[in-house]
């Protein structure tokens, strides 16, 4: 299995930006996927989180109502729709796999994701 993130880059305080998560090697439709963070000097955090069919999704508070999380099964593809982007959200983003088929327990805790991809850097300037 390999999880490729894409998208990050430099932008201003309010400004939008797209990951994506491009995904192969396993069927990417039975499992549930996710997006961490990183800041310099913090561990990783959860962001947000999708369930195997995109119906169901979960944030983290700072993020909620600013970042959308959504999938395309035909594309093996998720997606991190980030808006009114702040500084505090300057990170390296990385996307992961669910250990699990067909589940969303416990959506927020690394451990129960097995595949990351190797992270893209994000950096907004106030």
């Known amino acids: 299995v390999q999880l490729q993130a894409s998208g990050g880059g430099l932008v201003q305080a309010g400004d939008s930006l797209r990951l994506s998560c491009a995904a192969s090697?396993?069927?990417?439709?039975?499992?549930?996927m996710a997006w961490f963070r990183q800041a310099p000097g913090k561990e990783r955090e959860f962001v947000a989180a999708s369930n195997w069919r995109g119906g169901s999704t979960y944030y983290a508070d700072p993020v909620k109502g600013r970042f959308t999380i959504s999938r395309d099964n035909a594309k093996n593809t998720m997606y991190l729709q980030m808006n009114s982007l702040k500084p505090e959200d300057t990170a390296v983003y990385y996307c992961a796999r669910r250990a699990s088929p067909y589940t969303s327990s416990r959506y927020a805790s690394q451990g129960s994701y097995d595949y990351w991809g190797q992270g893209t850097q994000v950096t907004v300037s106030s």
């Open positions: 090697g396993s069927t990417f439709s039975n499992y549930g």
